[in-house]
């Protein structure tokens, strides 16, 4: 998996329609750069450390794979987008809007372009009382104080006025929270994992993962498939039907939106490539008593990769016991995944194609595919 990374940013506006120029930040933000979490309301403080108008200023906590300095980039072409003048000297100015990163997970950091934390948080008010509007939790890691203890200890004396709240890009996407269970599932490589810590993360999810890098006959299997088939997938089946039990069991199915990046079905249709005619009946056998057993998802959401994408993805991630893996096993497993979604009630089953999408480099293709998964759960609601 990659590191999704939870970030604050402050922003600022004291020229033109104030409020208006927050709202298009974070739009610019969130379709652009990285998912907005949350955000705190919107406060009138005064222009800090030279004479201007008044700003409004709010905090914000975003979600992203960027690192801290593709980030700081692009925040400062939105910037610019947005209408700041680029700054002519070292002195504050007044400004349409600022964005800045104050703290990048627990990340110390101190280049020539970019120090984080920032080092003027803890003395700023119109950075602090915002902060404490968002649900985190979060020390200094210099002063090891929270962001309360931060703003008792400030000496800033600026008066600050709560004036507005702003509705977040992503309550367009609440659909998805009506849902309980939510099935992610795709070919080795597709992206299924990655896609759930995303989901599990921007809408508060307990996500579920698969225990695939604890089995011991994998590495086996792909150097001698034939002899190692059926004790891998008997393996994998009773992992996944234990983890499941156990998982779904521990979460309550009424409050909790859970999300797995896998379903037992799939021990199924991989079984159906691996094994021969004999050991598939037989495996049929013991996989229909467990899965009576194990909840159904409300959604099943299948990513379709092609092949070469697979391969790729494959090779990225640097296992080495998936080095052997041909085309043609996983178009076989395509085949395979084809044919079971056939048997699902349509109605929950939602097939996207990301052979031409990166959702983790690229957030309009995110938001793409999230806006797929709020529809199709609102024709099922209907």
């Known amino acids: 998996m990659y590191n999704y990374n939870k970030v604050v940013l402050a922003l600022g ?38 004479e201007s108008y008044p700003f409004y200023n709010m905090c914000i906590m975003v979600h992203t794979y960027l690192s801290p300095e593709e980030l700081l980039l692009k925040l400062k072409k939105i910037e ?8 002519k000297s ?46 985190i939790e979060w020390k200094h890691p210099f ?30 996407m609440q659909a998805i929270l009506e849902l309980k269970f939510l099935a992610i599932e795709g070919n080795i490589g597709a992206g299924k994992t990655t896609l759930t810590q995303m989901i599990a993360q921007d809408f508060n999810a307990r996500p579920i993962f698969e225990r695939f890098a604890d089995n011991p006959f994998l590495p ?18 009773a992992d996944r039907y234990a983890q499941l039990q156990h998982d779904l069991g521990q979460y309550n199915l009424f409050n909790d939106f859970i999300i797995a990046d896998y379903y037992i079905y799939k021990s199924l249709i991989f079984a159906q490539v691996t094994l021969d005619t004999d050991e598939v009946l037989l495996y049929r056998t013991i996989f229909d008593v467990m899965y009576k057993e194990v909840t159904k998802p409300d959604l099943y959401v299948f ?47 939602l097939i996207i194609d990301v052979s031409d999408k990166d959702f983790v480099e690229n957030q309009e ?3 793409a595919i999230l806006k797929l998964i709020n529809e199709k759960i609102k024709q099922i609601n209907n």
């Open 220 to 237: 086996k299997f792909y150097k001698e498939p034939q002899r190692y088939a059926f004790p891998l997938e008997m393996s994998f089946l």
């Open 90 to 135: 070292d002195t504050y100015e007044a400004r349409t809007v600022d964005i800045d990163i104050i703290y990048y997970n627990d990340l110390i950091l101190n280049t020539d372009n970019l120090t984080i934390p920032h080092p003027q948080m803890h003395h700023r008010k119109f950075v602090l009382v915002p902060l404490t509007d968002l649900s």
């Open 303 to 349: 990513l379709h990769q092609n092949t070469s994408n697979l391969l790729r993805n494959i090779k990225k991630r640097g296992r080495g016991y998936e080095e052997q893996i041909q085309s043609e096993y996983l178009n076989n497993i395509n085949k395979s995944y084809s044919e079971f979604i056939k048997t699902l009630p349509q109605q929950k089953v």
């Open 80 to 87: 610019l987008d947005l209408g700041r003048a680029e700054k």
């Open 143 to 172: 002063l090891q104080k929270s962001i309360d203890e931060l703003l008792l200890n400030t000496t800033d004396t600026a008066t600050i006025k709560k004036m507005d709240t702003i509705a977040l890009p992503k309550e367009e």
């Open 13 to 50: 506006s004291n020229l033109g329609d104030r409020k208006q120029q927050l709202i298009a930040a974070i739009h610019h933000i969130h379709n652009k750069v990285a998912f907005v979490a949350q955000a705190s309301a919107i406060y009138e403080t005064p222009a800090w450390g030279f």
């Open 365 to 367: 293709d995110y938001l």
